[in-house]
């Protein structure tokens, strides 16, 4: 069984994201705590060549950021973890675990895990994002042993297109996308809003549903779950 003790996170989250720090203190247990810690960056969506200096911006504030209390470290990038490939993911985790001294959950990695733990091999996935990251997404998925069946996307242009995105919005893309020859359906990017439909749309399909969110909060609280009983 999960642990229910609140856990106390640091989140790392670029600049613009204004859902991941309210849901994910939703799905974890009562009186849970969220450092948020910002990443600056541009209107532009992230690409490979403007990746490495957010990867350097990263370091830099959690750096500053040890003076917070926190027991663990959800890494909510999550099209920069997609970008950089299972490899690339798993070196920023280190990197960040190496400057706060505390263990790194990341929502890439959390995706990969939660669709692997309940054997979905074939999925149907929702996105914002524009081909480049989608191309990536699909490819760090394929590592997994995941294979992407059906595809939608908002093809959000910039962060402030992404931002104005809605709950039901995502509900709805997500019902003319999902086909019952798949295992499940995942909607990623933790600027998403999620926490209000999963469930929903989980009894609405007859099949689950999973999100960037939901599925980080799952791993920390596996990783608390570990921690307690060891």
């Keep these: 069984m999960l642990s229910l003790s609140p856990i106390r996170v640091m989140l790392v989250v670029p600049e613009n994201n204004t859902t991941m720090h309210q849901e994910l203190l939703a799905w974890l247990p009562q009186g849970s705590s969220c450092e948020v810690v910002r990443v600056p960056r541009g209107k532009g969506l992230l690409t490979q060549e403007t990746l490495p200096a957010y990867k350097e911006s990263t370091i830099a504030v959690c750096q500053k950021a040890t ?3 926190f027991d663990i470290v959800a890494y909510g990038c999550t099209a920069a973890g997609f970008i950089l490939g299972p490899e690339g993911d798993r070196e920023m985790a280190e990197r960040i675990a190496s400057v706060t ?9 959390s995706m990969v895990q939660a669709l692997q733990a309940i054997n979905a091999k074939k999925i149907s996935l929702l996105t914002p994002y524009q081909d480049n990251v989608n191309d990536q ?3 760090f998925l394929s590592a997994g042993d995941i294979h992407v069946q059906h595809f939608d996307s908002f093809y959000a242009p910039d962060v402030i297109a992404l931002g104005n995105i809605t709950a039901k919005q995502v509900q709805e893309k997500a019902i003319t996308l999902f086909a019952q020859d798949v295992d499940a359906l995942f909607i990623a990017c933790s600027q998403l809003p999620t926490f209000e439909i999963l469930e929903a749309l989980s ?4 099949k689950p549903v999973l999100s960037s969110i939901q599925v980080t909060a799952k ?3 596996n990783h608390s779950s570990i921690k307690a009983s060891s």
């Design 67 to 69: 003076g917070l209390k």
């Design 101 to 109: 001294g505390k263990p790194v959950v990341t929502t890439a990695a």
């Design 137 to 139: 997404l699909k490819l």
């Design 203 to 206: 009894d609405a399909l007859k």
């Design 219 to 221: 791993a920390l609280l």
